[in-house]
């Protein structure tokens, strides 16, 4: 009985938990059914995160979030004659491996020789794989911040849709975005209790480029939305084990599981608990699982270790220089054993890799067949393995301090290795930043509100100087100068004055085109003031003296085209 009730605890914590899910779920489908219609803005925005932005004088209909998040993500799918339903039934292939031995346990272990101990040990014996690992933890904690000059690196949340303008109200909502993200969920006492993004980032960040598997898990507040999220071990997160052989879709279905000494403590849905993958395979034996890049570089990991080894060995052992010792002249067996034995004891290469042949001659010689490393290439060869290691990576060994081909003559290379940065950032980094926004627009922002997305900004690779001559180019091209100035989220310059091309050619073809204009409207009032005289005269004529009133004149007002008849008394 001792142990049945650890596991029978277990049960009911996991059936309560149920239960209370059921019932999330239930009233929130009433809450969804007596949905009210109000007035607009009659409460204030801060009363739900997020406000939705509707324009004035139309009613905002206030309706509950569906439990686990699922509600708020049907506002993205796309919807038209064209479009295509609900499917009308499973895929029916197969897509991981039904006799598979990994999922005895309840759950579906990672079907790989290297096992996450491995992993983790590879990368803390090799240098190079910290500072690759490191160098891109780092570089990701430099978009960590809230943009502020439009091509620093930094992040910000903007509309979904590019082509359309935020509103006031909008921006308002990205701000309260931002400040979410910033402090990693709600903050309930003090912003100091939660980590903060960049802490938050800088754990997924390497536990990406070590295990090639992201999970946080996603707390969620009484309605089912995203409250908090934290960063969860990888190394202890499985995906449950499924009799179906399709692919698990459902949000309220258990999707993963935490395990403590392959024993299951905790299990998980989609909408609690994130499973990142960058390098996803079809494979129906990877049983969804990714492929770390220290996975697809064993070899080459063995073979750096096994030069550092040995070099590293010269220093503690001394060091054996590959050759023959032959021993001219006729030694009894017995001795030559026995020197040979104790010539062993002394030196021998890195693990056994050379044990030196003795021979039995007629004097003693040495044959050396091995003068120097450079006669094998062993520099040549480091660097190549350093070379595989970080292209897998995709990054190039200069960001990590390698510098190859530039026989030290800075000046000369210094444009050269610029260009080889930025070419390494845009293989390797945007990568990492776009799978980044990925997990945290589908996990945390759309569950809120779909309009809105994360987004990681200072990836351009041209530097500030080079962008302001593009932009240069710009308004004197195509561009008009509050064109411009609305990219950078700034006013139009009064009286209409931005309404130009800052170009010579340009406002000279505009100046003539408005003096033919004046021009022409001088001609136009010229024609109109002689049409006037010429009805004046006409209407003179028209009037007879015998015609005429006593003492009196027959007139026309140029003011109204009318006929007046002035009597003189």
């Known amino acids: 009985m001792a142990d049945e009730s650890p596991l029978r605890s277990r049960l009911l914590r996991v059936a309560a938990k149920a239960a209370v899910s059921a019932l999330d779920r239930l009233e929130d489908v009433l809450d969804k059914s007596e949905a009210t ?60 491996d039904p006799f598979a031995l990994v999922d005895q346990l309840g759950y579906k272990d990672k079907p790989s020789a290297i096992t ?23 570089q990701v904690g430099n978009f ?90 990888p190394s202890t997160v499985r995906y449950v084990d499924s009799a179906s052989l399709a692919p698990n879709h459902s949000m309220t279905k258990p999707y993963c599981v935490q395990i403590y000494d392959n024993v299951v403590v905790a299990e998980f849905t989609r909408a609690q608990m994130v499973f990142g993958i960058r390098n996803p395979r079809s494979d129906i034996r990877s049983h ?73 001659a007629e004097d003693l010689q040495w044959i050396n067949m091995h003068p120097t490393n450079r006669d094998m290439e062993f520099s040549a060869w480091m660097d190549f393995l350093i070379k595989v290691a970080c292209s897998i990576f995709g990054m190039d060994p200069i960001e990590v301090n390698f510098k190859y081909g530039g026989g030290g003559q800075k000046a000369m290379f210094e444009a050269a290795n610029k260009v080889k940065i930025t070419e390494s950032k845009a293989k390797g980094l945007q990568p990492l930043l776009r799978f980044l926004s990925k997990i945290f627009n589908e996990n945390v922002i759309w569950p809120l509100d779909a ?72 001609g136009t009032s010229e024609q109109v003031d002689e049409e006037i005289a010429a009805e004046k005269e006409q209407a003179q004529a028209t009037v007879a003296p015998g015609d005429a009133v006593e003492g009196g004149a027959v007139g026309k007002s140029l003011d109204d085209d009318t006929r007046v008849i002035e009597i003189t008394l």
């Open 37 to 96: 219609v109000t007035e607009p803005f009659a409460h204030p925005v801060e009363d739900a995160m997020p406000h939705p932005a509707t324009p004035s004088g139309s009613p905002i209909v206030e309706v509950q979030s569906a439990p686990l998040r699922d509600m708020p993500l049907e506002k993205a799918m796309p919807s038209g004659p064209n479009m295509p339903g609900e499917p009308d039934g499973d895929p029916e292939a197969i897509y991981w």
């Open 116 to 138: 996450y101990g491995t992993l983790q040990s590879m990368v803390w014996r090799l240098p190079i794989l910290r500072a690759i690992i490191k160098t891109r933890v780092d």
């Open 144 to 233: 960590c911040q809230q943009q502020t000059p439009p091509h620093e690196p930094g992040f910000r949340v903007r509309l979904r849709e590019l082509h359309k303008t935020p509103s006031r109200a909008a921006r308002a909502e990205m701000q309260r975005f931002e400040q979410l993200l910033l402090t990693t969920g709600v903050v309930v006492e003090d912003p100091r209790e939660r980590g903060g993004f960049e802490h938050l980032l800088r754990k997924v960040v390497q536990d990406s480029l070590m295990y090639d598997q992201v999970n946080m898990e996603i707390v969620p507040d009484r309605r089912g939305r995203p409250s908090q999220w934290y960063a969860v071990d």
């Open 288 to 360: 969804g699982y990714g492929t770390a890049e220290a996975e697809m570089m064993v070899q080459t990991i063995t073979y750096l270790l096994y030069g550092m080894e040995y070099n590293g060995r010269q220093f503690s052992q001394g060091s054996i220089a590959k050759g023959l010792l032959n021993i001219k002249g006729a030694i009894p067996e017995k001795q030559l054993r026995a020197f040979r034995r104790q010539w062993y004891q002394l030196v021998s290469g890195v693990e056994n890799a050379w044990r030196t042949p003795i021979v039995n």
């Open 451 to 522: 309009d809105f997305a994360l987004e990681f900004t200072g990836l351009s690779p041209m530097t500030p100087k080079e962008l302001a001559d593009l932009e240069t180019q710009k308004v004197r091209t195509y561009m008009m100068v509050d064109e411009i100035r609305a990219s950078h989220d700034l006013p139009a310059l009064p009286s209409g004055l931005g309404q130009v091309i800052n170009d010579p050619n340009w406002m000279q073809a505009r100046r003539d085109l408005l003096l033919q204009q004046q021009l022409g409207a001088e």
